[in-house]
């Protein structure tokens, strides 16, 4: 017995990467320096010693991967512009020459029958602005106004889906606060600054966007983890909502009008002795813009546990599905949970929550090590069981009226994954680094067939997953 879920004839199946992650070309042609130059170059930074100065190389070879996009059949294809490429120092003097290169790549995407859906910043902050004071300094929101403007000016003819940032929870919360990320923080004050002022940029940037490239779609993409609690003792459920709150709630609140929660706010508050004066007359108005869809990017839970809770219940919940080869916590790794239940879950919580107008999968994937075999076959059986087992999760929250309209897997290669470097691999096209080839995975194989038939059969254990109870 097969079911075959069928998707609505306009969905959007594509396939995303950020530039860091893939350009290379890290000083060429008049770029600035990023944040994640400095950091990756930084000893002791990234656990393989690595950083992303050539990565997949993608700034020179853009024309293969577009043509190998053409063959998978993507319709849409998520990439992200970096700051420094198009304003070296963050604001005021243009470098022409690297938006040349973003219009030459949205170009050879339309030629190619390719949706561009461009993301403005995924974390490659110039670091001219970073020494400057960076995302805790409301300049950096004014300065991301003019690289905005900039963007639209040169490509909103021809780009009509923008994301204004990618994930702010990891450009404040990880950077800032928990320090695995460039700048490498661990200040929560600054955090929570940070996470301010990339909201407000993105409210800034709504406007600008929508006045240089009309009749675009005009949105931004939060990561979203399924919080649970271990056990149902009050210690754990009261910290299950807190960490709800300084991941999901705080930016979702705050973009869907209902200003920040009190309960995040009471949390931080010590650590303002002076009162939360940053957040200015006009701000949440400003972050609250309609926007015109919600990014979401999912991967898996996290089971939250009081552990200094002296009276806590033993857990209930555990960390019992299969595991990818990606983990939180670098001094403590957590391994990634395959999870597809909490992304109905979310879906459904988003849509009755919040009711955005329309929703995209903008990130969604795992990371295996599989390379190619004997026969130069990549045979990542765990990433296209990962994937199917998520698009049959939407597809079964499309069923309840969640407006989903697109499905974008990471990655579309192989690159270069953060602090962990090379060592994860995320892509559906697998990357030899050292000679820059690229393989399609039997993952990308399959995807190519369910954008061809808009739909796949649900057979052989892949049944769209059941709901999570409690
Ligand atoms: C997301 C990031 C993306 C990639 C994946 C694995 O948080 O947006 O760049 O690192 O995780």
């Known amino acids: 017995m097969s079911t075959f879920l069928a998707f609505p004839k306009e969905f959007i ?86 938006l040349d290169f973003y219009s030459r790549l949205v170009d050879g995407l339309l030629e190619a029958g390719i949706t561009p859906v461009v993301t403005l910043y995924h974390w490659d902050l110039p670091q001219a602005l970073q020494d400057e004071g960076g995302w805790p300094a409301r300049s950096t929101a004014e300065a991301f106004a003019e690289y905005a403007a900039a963007a639209g ?137 309609p926007i015109d869809f919600l990014g979401v990017n999912y991967y898996t839970r996290s089971i939250v546990r009081d552990h200094d809770a002296p009276d806590n219940l033993p857990p209930t919940r555990l960390a019992d599905r299969p595991k990818m080869d990606m983990f939180n916590n670098l001094e403590n790794p957590i391994p990634w949970e395959v999870y597809p239940e909490g992304l109905y879950n979310l879906l459904n919580r988003l849509h009755f929550e919040y009711s955005p107008a329309k929703l995209y999968i903008t990130e969604n994937g795992a990371s295996y090590g599989d390379g190619p075999g004997a026969d130069g076959h990549v045979a990542d059986t765990r990433r296209r069981e990962y994937i199917q087992a998520h698009i049959a999760a939407a597809h079964r929250a499309m069923q309840n009226g969640v407006p989903l309209a697109g499905y974008f897997v990471w990655s579309l290669l192989d690159n270069f994954e953060w602090a962990k470097g090379y060592l994860q691999r995320f892509g559906v096209i697998y990357v030899d680094y050292a000679t820059q080839q690229r393989t399609p995975k039997d993952s990308a194989l399959w995807y190519r067939e369910v954008i061809a038939n808009n739909g796949f059969h649900a057979e052989n254990g892949f049944q769209p997953p059941n709901v999570q109870n409690g």
């Open 153 to 289: 000016r040169r490509l909103g003819d021809r780009v009509q889906h923008w994301i204004t940032h990618n994930e702010p929870w990891c450009a404040s919360i990880l950077s800032h606060q928990l320090g695995e990320h460039a700048p490498g923080w661990r200040d929560p004050a600054a955090a929570l600054r940070a996470a301010h002022h990339l909201l407000l940029s993105h409210g800034w940037a709504v406007p600008v966007l929508r006045a240089s490239s009309p009749g675009s779609e005009v949105g931004i993409t939060l990561n979203f983890e399924a919080k649970e609690a271990a056990s149902a003792s009050p210690a754990d459920v009261a910290k299950t909502r807190l960490e709800d709150g300084g991941y999901n709630r705080w930016f979702m609140d705050a973009l869907y009008g209902r200003r920040y929660p009190a309960d995040v706010m009471a949390h931080y508050a010590p650590h303002f002795p002076q009162g939360m004066d940053f957040i200015q007359p006009g701000d949440y108005e400003a972050i609250a813009a």
């Open 13 to 98: 199946w594509g396939a995303a990467t950020s530039s860091y992650q893939i350009e290379g070309a890290w000083n060429e042609d008049g770029k600035g320096e990023s944040i994640w130059d400095r950091y990756a170059h930084t000893p002791g930074k990234i656990v393989d010693g690595t950083n992303g100065d050539v990565a997949c190389d993608h700034y020179h070879l853009w024309p293969q991967d577009v043509a190998l996009m053409k063959t998978l059949g993507l319709k849409a294809y998520r990439f992200s512009m970096s700051w420094p490429r198009v304003l070296p120092v963050g604001r005021g003097r243009v470098n022409e020459a690297g």
